[in-house]
């Protein structure tokens, strides 16, 4: 995937104005194509090997216990860009050669292939300097407690979904949660690679 400079510098000055993070859960697309990419593609252009899911709102997919049997609509490693059709009361969606339907609307769940399974995010933030529709998701390995446990998905052109009935078994939409401490020592990391990287460029000029 390439990831414009522009793209990259605003979600760097993103992290430096995420709003407080809540847990929405289920999304809903902005306009025909929403982008989605990790850390490593969006900011450094490498590929990782992870796994992302969109499920249906009514999937049963838990922040904290993996899902290894349910499937998704449509997945896609590291990075995508996903259009959504209307097609009847469903919407297709499509990124490359994987195709999938969302059925009854175009609200969706995102999922991280853990080692137990396909999860939800545990958080979200939004991307305040960017606008209400770029956001920030972490995703928390179940299978480690330490250090290094958190995966981030950057999504541009989303929504939180504002149907009540589209929060399975919450009746509306979720509380807000505290941001991770990891947030703030992710944006500390960046800010230190965007230095050594102006630093080296200086040198060779």
């Known amino acids: 995937m390439q990831v414009t400079k522009v793209f990259k510098a605003g979600v760097v000055a993103g992290l430096l104005a995420m709003s407080d993070a809540s847990s929405a859960s289920v999304w809903a697309p902005t306009d025909n194509d929403s982008q989605f990419a990790n850390t490593y593609a969006l900011l450094l252009n ?33 990075a995508a860009t996903v259009t959504f059709t209307q097609n009847g009361v469903n919407v297709d969606i499509k990124t490359g050669n994987s195709t999938g339907a969302l059925l009854g609307s175009s609200n969706f769940q995102l999922g991280w292939w853990s080692p137990t399974g396909w999860i939800t995010e545990s958080s979200s933030s939004m991307i305040s300097l960017l606008g209400q529709t770029s956001w920030s998701l972490a995703f928390v390995d179940p299978t480690n407690h330490g250090a290094g446990n958190e995966h981030r998905l ?21 509380a807000a949660v505290p941001l991770p401490a990891t947030a703030w020592f992710m944006m500390t990391a960046v800010l230190g690679f965007l230095a050594k990287g102006r630093r080296k460029s200086t040198v060779l000029a």
Not at 154 to 172: C, E, M, R, V
């Open 154 to 174: 950057f999504a541009f052109d989303i929504k939180a979904s504002q149907a009540s009935s589209d929060y399975p078994g919450s009746g509306g939409t979720p």
């Open 46 to 78: 490498m590929p990782s090997g992870e796994k992302f899911g969109i499920f249906e709102d009514t999937a049963l997919l838990s922040s904290s216990i993996g899902n290894a049997i349910i499937n998704p609509v449509l997945s896609f490693f590291d």
